[in-house]
């Protein structure tokens, strides 16, 4: 990856003279099945921008309580735009379709404000890394209103439905993926979607700051990501599920996603579980040379992906093991 970033071709990304970029804009619309995309520095912007796009001023847009761009972006959704953010449960990951059809209905008819877009996300990282079938986006979708994809980990769910990517996200209008995370490339992520959208989307991404330059340096890494990384995800699902089986030893029933799997429902390469001592449970992993972090209060969370190989796994397992609690 790194070859090819200190090879790659660059010209100036704000005028479209990237053929590096470029390349990676048409592989990425090709791999989702739409017609355009647009590389973006962050997820976060690609969300925000998507959201910019579709969420009309004065309207409702459908988002599920524990989604990223609910509760994980500081704000921005309700800091940059004009829209109200009308907040359904995400039981299981996928929003209440009956919650969101009542709202779609209110708005239509003339009580409340109108539903200008429904957004989903896939992998569920509040569920703990569930995949969510394209038939879950096909619910949503046949609402009526647009709907917006937070496909962030959405390789992590084509792999483990084993299933395209374009399926998954063939009912979304707009679907937005990092190629960093698992993928492992260093920065970025890209928005799809028609194409007088993307062109649009290119004006929002200026007024953000998002314009770059010579960023095919950068765009090269996700070319690698998208051309090599993609089949072993399942590697990182693998390993994921070794650290799950281990929380589900110590601490059972604490595994967000625990019961959708044995439904049937795959986990990826997110392992999240309530602790009564969470931050104890942090230090002591941090003593053993284990990073891990806070989902939110009592949530501890592990992320699998390129930099993490078995042996990190079994230490953090001989951790997990002899945690306390």
């Known amino acids: 990856m790194r070859q090819a970033m200190a090879s790659a071709l660059v010209g100036d990304d704000r005028y479209g003279e990237d053929p590096t970029v470029n390349r990676l804009e048409e592989r990425f619309a090709h791999l989702v099945g739409k017609p355009s995309a647009m590389y973006v520095p962050s997820g976060t912007m690609g969300n925000q921008i998507a959201l910019?796009?579709?969420?009309?001023?004065?309207?409702?847009?459908?988002?599920?309580?524990r989604q990223h761009l609910m509760s994980y972006e500081s704000g921005a959704a309700g800091l940059n735009n004009a829209f109200q953010i009308y907040a359904v449960d995400d039981v299981g990951g996928v929003v209440d379709t009956e919650a969101a059809a009542e709202a779609v209905a209110a708005g239509?008819?003339?009580?409340?404000?109108?539903?200008?877009?429904?957004?989903?996300?896939?992998?569920?990282?509040?569920?703990g890394g569930l995949a969510i079938g394209g038939d879950e986006l096909a619910a949503a979708a046949a609402l009526g209103p647009?709907?917006?994809?937070?496909?962030?980990?959405?390789?992590?769910?084509?792999?483990?439905?084993?299933?395209?990517?374009?399926?998954?996200?063939?009912?979304?209008?707009?679907?937005?993926?990092?190629?960093?995370?698992?993928?492992?490339a260093?920065?970025?992520?890209?928005?799809?979607?028609?194409?007088?959208?993307?062109?649009?989307?290119?004006?929002?991404?200026?007024?953000?700051?998002?314009?770059?330059?010579?960023a095919g340096v950068i765009a090269a890494g996700g070319l690698h990501a998208l051309d090599h990384h993609i089949d072993r995800l399942a590697d990182d699902h693998a390993r994921a599920q070794r650290l799950g089986d281990v929380v589900a030893e110590r601490w059972p029933g604490t595994r967000l996603g625990e019961a959708e799997a044995a439904?049937?429902?795959?986990?990826?390469?997110?392992?999240?579980?309530?602790?009564?001592?969470s931050l104890g449970l942090l230090d002591h992993l941090s003593q053993a040379g284990i990073r891990a972090g806070l989902l939110a209060p009592g949530i501890v969370r592990f992320v699998t992906h390129l930099d993490v190989d078995?042996?990190?796994?079994?230490?953090?397992?001989?951790?997990?093991?002899?945690?306390?609690?």
């Open 52 to 65: 910019r796009l579709q969420g009309t001023a004065g309207s409702n847009v459908v988002v599920g309580r």
């Open 108 to 127: 239509q008819g003339g009580f409340w404000p109108p539903v200008s877009l429904v957004c989903l996300e896939n992998t569920h990282l509040s569920s």
């Open 146 to 184: 647009p709907v917006h994809l937070d496909g962030a980990r959405l390789f992590n769910a084509a792999i483990a439905l084993e299933t395209p990517a374009e399926e998954l996200a063939g009912a979304a209008t707009t679907v937005m993926s990092c190629v960093s995370k698992g993928l492992g």
């Open 186 to 214: 260093p920065v970025g992520s890209l928005l799809a979607g028609p194409s007088d959208l993307i062109a649009e989307a290119r004006l929002h991404r200026r007024r953000l700051g998002g314009a770059m330059r010579q």
């Open 263 to 277: 439904c049937g429902r795959p986990l990826t390469n997110v392992v999240a579980f309530r602790h009564s001592d």
């Open 310 to 325: 078995d042996a990190d796994i079994d230490r953090a397992v001989a951790a997990l093991a002899s945690a306390p609690g």
